[in-house]
């Protein structure tokens, strides 16, 4: 059985990724922590507190960690507060109490405990800014050999970002700008990293065809409550582009033939203008990296369905 470590910054498809890893029935979820990214941190603990209390069919013994990690950049505010309605949603709190608990350790020093507890190695899932695993190697160089492998959310490749902010070129991806010497220090590892950026996932947008997906099969309460939370970031989104970037690097890593991958040598600048650039290098400089260069979108929303109404019974 598969360890997964699982660290993201609480955003919709943040979320929604933790809910579909709870339905793999074929790993062991060893941790879960949250980072202050493109969420609120609070909330975001809060409601993937709930989404592990109402939807962890396989039972995980799993406690949420808080990162200490603070940005270099932070994400726009306007982008952060889905984490609050999320976190609202009455699915998740008809419970009325919160049974899964928060972890006493930050983020960094959860994930260096979780990984040297587990039995074998452990595949890290990522779908935020890298910082607490950059506190993590520094912490203890050594957990670098339990770990198989990183599935990272972030970076761009191709020479286009997400970063429109003063005093940048526009060349980053969010995820590697909130804090680009932590991206460096992990390039720097000795980690198998596969990286989804941004420009992995065309096949994969959030659109009308997707809400229509969802609310066809919103009698299962995982759909519905995934359809909401879509439903918040489509509503602030309407004039941007918006894949799931998080998701399918969580079933990727879950479900490796979903994707196309091309081994890249490549750097990142951690300074300056282009702070945050993921960038292609010649041969001897960099290193190499496994890039998920297309989806597969029907093998992709097959799992995606599948998990998700997998998760609880149909309601009707």
Request: aromatic letters at 10%; charged letters at 25%.
């Amino acid at each position: 059985m598969k360890n997964v470590y699982f660290n993201h910054d609480g955003n919709v498809d943040d979320l929604v990724s933790l809910l579909l890893l709870l339905q793999v029935p074929h790993i062991k979820l060893t941790g879960v922590s949250v980072i202050d990214g493109d969420g609120v941190l609070e909330p975001a603990v809060l409601a993937s507190r709930k989404i592990i209390d109402r939807f962890n069919q396989f039972g995980h013994k799993l406690e949420v960690a808080s990162s200490t990690s603070r940005a270099r950049h932070q994400f726009p505010s306007a982008w952060r507060t889905s984490s609050y309605a999320f976190d609202s949603f009455p699915l998740l709190n008809e419970a009325g109490s919160i049974v899964t608990p928060e972890a006493l350790l930050p983020a960094h020093l959860d994930m260096v405990e979780k990984i040297h507890a587990a039995d074998g190695f452990t595949t890290l899932v990522m779908t935020g800014p890298l910082t607490d695993l950059a506190r993590a190697l520094d912490t203890d160089p050594t957990i670098q050999d339990k770990i198989d492998c990183l599935y990272w959310m972030g970076g761009s490749l191709d020479g286009h970002g997400n970063v429109h902010e003063p005093g940048h070129d526009g060349t980053a991806e969010w995820n590697a700008y909130w804090d680009p010497e932590a991206v460096k220090r992990v390039w720097d590892s000795n980690l198998k990293i596969v990286m989804v950026g941004l420009e992995s996932t065309e096949e994969i947008p959030l659109d009308v065809e997707l809400r229509n997906r969802l609310a066809k099969n919103r009698r299962y309460p995982a759909v519905d409550l995934a359809g909401q939370g879509y439903a918040l970031v489509m509503s602030a989104e309407a004039d941007s582009e918006y894949y799931l970037w998080d998701v399918l690097t969580t079933i990727c890593s879950m479900y490796p033939e979903v994707v196309e991958t091309e081994q890249v040598r490549c750097d990142v600048i951690d300074y300056g203008f282009a702070a945050g650039r993921t960038y292609r290098t010649e041969a001897g400089e960099g290193r190499i990296v496994d890039l998920v260069t297309k989806a597969d979108h029907d093998a992709f929303y097959q799992h995606f369905d599948e998990l998700l109404m997998s998760a609880a019974p149909a309601l009707y």
